[in-house]
Nanobody, 124 residues
Framework: QVQLVESGGGLVQAGGSLRLSCAASGRTLIYYTMAWFRQAPGKEREFVTAINWRANSIDYAEAVKGRFTISGDNAANTVYLQMNSLKPEDTAVYYC?????????????????WGQGTRVTVSS
């Protein structure tokens, strides 16, 4: 398994931007599908976006398409989530996850490594 540590969360006004980072230790991320999920207060955890470099594939949830961008720095073994035009409904704890089988899935059950989460609060 790979160990994941998220950072970059915080409080931002609606319309603002944040960049989350997910630093990984262990095997290089190019062999994994890397994803971001989020869990809002009182709600179930939901898929945000995922990337698989070897398949050259990216998937975004409809709620964030056009506003969020996932990217990675393989040399730094870090995945990023650039979040622009933030809305109050983006308020959640954001989790980084890795699937060592390399599937590009929206199902959290396929992901076998998780970070501890970083909180994002968007004020109106």
């Amino acid at each position: 398994q790979v160990q994941l540590v998220e950072s970059g969360g915080g409080l931002v006004q609606a319309g603002g931007s944040l960049r989350l980072s997910c630093a990984a230790s262990g095997r290089t991320l190019i062999y994994y599908t890397m994803a971001w999920f989020r869990q809002a207060p009182g709600k179930e955890r939901e898929f945000v976006t995922a990337i698989n470099w070897r398949a050259n594939s990216i998937d975004y949830a409809e709620a964030v398409k056009g506003r969020f961008t996932i990217s990675g720095d393989n040399a730094a073994n870090t995945v990023y989530l650039q979040m622009n035009s933030l809305k109050p409904e983006d308020t959640a704890v954001y989790y980084c996850a890795a699937d060592r089988a390399g599937r590009l899935s929206r199902n959290e059950w396929y992901y076998d490594s998780w970070g501890q989460g970083t909180r994002v609060t968007v004020s109106s």
